[in-house]
């Protein structure tokens, strides 16, 4: 298993009524997605992006070849547990409100009660419905149902995240989140899958790209060694008198180089997003994705935001030593041996398992009970705990190639 | 099992938030009590009741069983359409779970309807009587009213009283009961038609044109009639065996019917009936069991009924019926076959019955909710619908159908019966399970009719199609867009 997704001369021929050929939409495609890397399948309209992602998750039957994700077949329930799809667009139950979407899905993976609710809450907050959470989602914005759909594929605490066109539809914050998510994502182990035509987001995030073009892989690798133009440089300075930069440019000229100098501009989005937050500080009414002060408090200071995203994703790779450890982050997956029965324990705790609170008990090491919200503490860490809770469990196994693949 | 329940659930939102269960369930919330201050039947109160529960379940079940149809094929059809089902099956479910959710949704969603108005229908029923003052309170009332009554009083309460002792012994006896049927076993007469056809054959007298199948067809129903037919000064006695009344304190009944040969100038028979156990006679054994005898004269082609005493039936269950046609009729009476005469005997309580006919019901909503459900897997909306609704009416008239079928000419309905026929038989019967056919006329719906429908219908057709939903969902490709 040394891929997460693995294709085969993949190959998705669609056919008319009589059988003959009318698109072929995929052609021959081997795709090769390491663990724990993000990668990017980019391509203009039509050129078959969808189209594989749906093989991948046994949505669409291949004509030709074969795909293999995360070591099995992509519609085998025990695979699938593992995967969280963002689709192409939030086909959503429109009756249902945000809560009970995040419920329903939540069910299917027979998450027990109590992990669903605080998984909910987690996530309502991380994506900033709290406060519209009880609104059918059919009344929801474009931006807002994407929202809900990216909290619906989150809830499962997947190994592989497979999005397609996550941005779409998106305010630059919220895609500015994603962004983060994913590389906060990647760092906590998961491996991400995704569709895009906005090449400045998959510049930030992706570590490889394949360029489809007509279902055929045109160009791939690493995003680095794509688009380094190895013989420039550039410097960026704080401010700095003329006469440096004089002298500056006088050393570059000794060296026959040719200089240009200019003031850096913000990026569009830095820019929008502090506008935004400084309206957002001025408590401006909105019914869009966020109108409390609390889910305020979650976009609005860049820092808090940062904060939840990062208790969110490195619940368990961060080193600080926390006071009160919750009961999932029982270490022993993060030391080197491994002991059968803490593996037995690490299975124990992992989310579809209905006897999540037991190991408290059998542990015996962990003396603290899980943090529940009754106990009066601050709500700071409260809402840490929650998010732990979310994230903070993956198979020892995954643990296992997280760090195989850092060593790689 | 948790994501079959996941499922259910959220189709029964759907189906609720939706609003199209709400449609029909304030359709017959408004209509049921409608109909019951509304219908009259025949004026009197038991008439009234049997429209009522005819029409009010009827009803019932139309509206469920399309709304059955709408729902199982909506659900499963829109997620297609609408790609909800993207998300859904990327999920850890398997395409089969997937649909027994919907179904189980759907079955769930019934269940609670259908307990909800047949309890309408229900309590409407049994408090009418009590609304016109037909209970056996305002008898006790009347009676000691009138022993209290002086004597000028008394002759118009008596009246009172006696009408009101009819009302609710019609009731009680006609209506509000089950009572088991039993008809006579049909002669058999295969060797005497034979007989019959190969003497004409012989004589050469046989109608031109008709083939042996038709000829002997016809025979065989006038020797059957013959049977059962009395010419003036004879008599007819039919034998019954595994009489098993509730409680031998009860009444037996008699239905019967009579045709004539020749009207009479007042359309009346006279006649001569003995009931009990008539093998007393033969074996000059002291009789044990008492044989009654009725001399009446009765209206012709119209159903009536003799009220027997349970204790005529023998030790055994055996019970003979004897009809005289009395010389003062100057007609041969005939009884018709299967209707003409049958043994009524109370076997169980209105509300078992009542509640044996829903179930009937239920069946019949789970068995579209299985056709919905396989038609909804590789058809859109509007064309399973439009199929569902095909089937159901074929299956309501299925034995009309059958019937009409077979008085076709001879080619044709030999191509009928290789094509069409066995269509209709795989089919359930609707028509020939309707709740109101037993409870409008009192008859027992057993236990076991109830479990050889369920069998039939449910275990067997209803299966057969939801296998078939699973066979062809499980290989369907889900993203692929047909137009
Ligand atoms: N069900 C279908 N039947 C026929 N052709 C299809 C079907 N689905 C997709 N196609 C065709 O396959 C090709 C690839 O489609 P796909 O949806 O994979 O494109 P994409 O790369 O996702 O494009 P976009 O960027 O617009 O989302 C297109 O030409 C499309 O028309
Ligand atoms: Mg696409």
Same mark, same amino acid.
């Given at each position: ?23 072929? &939409? ?15 399948? *980019? ?16 949505? *669409? ?13 992509? &519609? ?45 809450? &987690? ?7 709290? #406060?519209? &959470? ?75 790209? #394949? ?25 960026? @300075? ?50 869009? #994705? ?58 124990? @705790?992992?989310? #579809? ?56 | ?21 709400? +449609? ?133 309460? !008596? ?26 076993? /049909?002669?058999?007469?295969?060797? /005497? ?32 009639? !013959? ?50 156990? +008539?093998?007393?006679? /033969? ?188 066979? +062809? ?11």
């Amino acid at each position: 298993m040394e891929y997460a997704v693995e294709t085969f001369s993949l190959t998705k021929i669609f056919s008319d009524w009589w059988g003959r050929e009318i698109v072929r &939409a995929v052609d021959d495609l081997n795709l090769r997605v390491r663990y724990n890397e993000v990668f990017g399948l *980019l391509g203009p309209n039509g050129s078959g992006k969808t189209t594989t992602l749906k093989m991948l998750l046994g949505l *669409l039957y291949p004509t030709k070849g074969k795909a293999i994700v995360l070591g099995g077949d992509g &519609a085998n329930p025990k695979i699938s547990a593992k995967i969280g799809f963002l689709p192409e667009e939030s086909y959503l139950y429109r009756y249902l409100n945000a809560r009970e979407t995040l419920d329903f899905y939540g069910r299917l993976f027979a998450l027990p009660h109590k992990v669903r609710k605080m998984r909910i809450e &987690a996530l309502l907050d991380m994506v900033g419905l709290k #406060a519209v &959470a009880n609104r059918p989602v059919g009344t929801f914005s474009k931006g807002m149902a994407r929202r809900i759909g990216l909290a619906q594929a989150l809830i499962n605490d997947p190994d592989l995240l497979i999005l397609d066109e996550p941005t779409t539809g998106l305010d630059p914050i919220g895609t500015r989140q994603i962004k983060d998510l994913i590389l906060k994502l990647v760092e906590r182990g998961k491996t991400i899958l995704l569709c895009s035509h906005l090449l400045a987001d998959v510049e930030d995030v992706c570590d490889r790209i #394949a360029i489809l073009y007509g279902g055929k892989i045109q160009a791939q690798g690493r995003v680095r060694d794509l688009l380094q133009q190895t013989d420039k440089k550039q410097i960026t @300075t704080g401010s700095i008198s003329d006469t440096t930069v004089q002298r500056i440019k006088q050393l570059i000229q000794n060296e026959q180089a040719d200089c240009v100098v200019t003031s850096p501009m913000d990026k569009l989005e830095t820019f929008f997003i502090r506008t935004v937050a400084a309206a957002q500080q001025q408590a401006q009414p909105t019914s869009g #994705a966020v109108s409390t002060t609390q889910i305020g408090a979650f976009l609005t200071p860049k820092t808090l935001t940062e904060s939840i995203l990062d208790k969110l994703v490195s619940a368990r790779v961060s080193q600080e030593p926390r006071p009160e450890p919750p009961t999932e982050q029982v270490h022993p997956v993060e030391t080197s041996q491994t002991k059968p029965d803490e593996q037995l324990l690490s299975k124990l @705790t992992k989310p #579809a398992e209905p006897a999540q609170p037991k190991p408290v008990v059998k542990n015996g090491k962990a003396k603290t009970k899980p943090v529940k919200t009754e106990t009066p503490r601050p709500a700071e860490q409260t809402k840490k705990s929650i998010l732990d809770q979310l994230t903070g469990r993956s198979t020892p196994q995954n643990e296992d190639e997280d760090s195989d693949s850092k060593v790689n | 099992m948790h994501s079959i329940w996941a499922v259910a659930t959220n189709t029964i939102k759907q189906a609720l938030r939706m609003k199209v269960a709400l +449609v029909f369930i304030i359709l017959l919330v408004v209509l049921l009590p409608l109909m019951g201050a509304s219908m009259t039947g025949d004026g009197t109160l038991k008439g009234r009741l049997q429209t009522f529960v005819s029409y009010g379940l009827s009803l019932t079940s139309l509206l469920l069983c399309l709304l059955t149809i709408i729902i199982s094929i909506y659900s499963l059809t829109s997620d297609i359409e609408q790609r909800q089902i993207y998300t859904v099956l990327t999920k850890p479910i398997r395409r089969f779970q997937l649909l027994l959710g919907k179904l189980l949704g759907v079955i769930l969603l019934d269940v609670a309807l259908l307990a909800l108005f047949s309890a309408i229908i229900y309590t409407i029923t049994i408090y009418t009587p009590r609304y016109f003052g037909v209970s056996q309170a305002e008898l006790t009332r009347l009676k000691t009213k009138y022993n209290q009554a002086s004597e000028a009083e008394q002759l118009g309460l !008596e009246d009172e009283i006696f009408e009101l002792e009819d009302e609710l012994y019609q009731l009680n006896n006609e209506f509000l009961t089950a009572r088991a049927s039993l008809i006579p076993p /049909e002669a058999d007469v295969t060797h /005497e038609v034979i007989d019959i056809y190969e003497e004409l054959e012989k004589t050469g007298q046989l109608p031109p044109g008709a083939s042996r199948k038709k000829i002997i067809a016809e025979l065989t129903s006038r020797k059957k009639l !013959e049977k059962q037919a009395a010419a003036v000064g004879e008599d007819l006695i039919w034998e019954f065996n595994n009489v098993k009344p509730l409680d031998p304190d009860q009444s037996l009944f008699i239905r019967f019917k009579y045709d004539v040969s020749v009207n009479p100038p007042d359309l009346h028979v006279y006649s001569s009936w003995l009931i009990g156990d +008539v093998r007393q006679f /033969e074996s000059g054994i002291e009789i044990e069991t008492p044989i009654y005898t009725f001399d009446r004269k009765d209206l012709i082609r119209t159903f009536h009924e003799i009220e027997v005493p349970a204790d005529a039936v023998a030790q055994d269950g055996y019970l003979a019926v004897g009809f005289f046609n009395v010389p003062l009729n100057d007609t041969v009476v005939i009884f018709p076959l299967n209707v003409g005469l049958e043994v009524l005997y109370k076997a169980d309580t209105f509300t078992a019955n009542f509640l044996r006919a829903v179930c009937l019901i239920l069946l019949r909503l789970i068995f579209l909710a299985c056709l919905g459900i396989l038609a909804s897997t590789f058809l859109s909306f509007p064309v399973a619908v439009l199929l569902s609704l095909c089937v159901f009416f074929t299956a309501t008239i299925s034995g009309f159908l059958v019937e009409s079928f077979d008085f076709l000419s001879e080619n044709l309905s030999a191509l009928y019966s290789y094509t069409l026929r066995p269509v209709i038989t795989l089919l359930p019967q609707f028509d020939k399970f309707d709740p109101a056919k037993f409870l409008v006329p009192a008859r027992l719906l057993s236990w076991s009719l109830l479990a050889k429908v369920t069998g039939l219908m449910i275990c067997i057709k209803a299966s057969l199609l939801l296998l078939l939903a699973l066979l +062809v969902f499980s290989f369907r490709e889900i993203a692929k867009i047909i137009i």
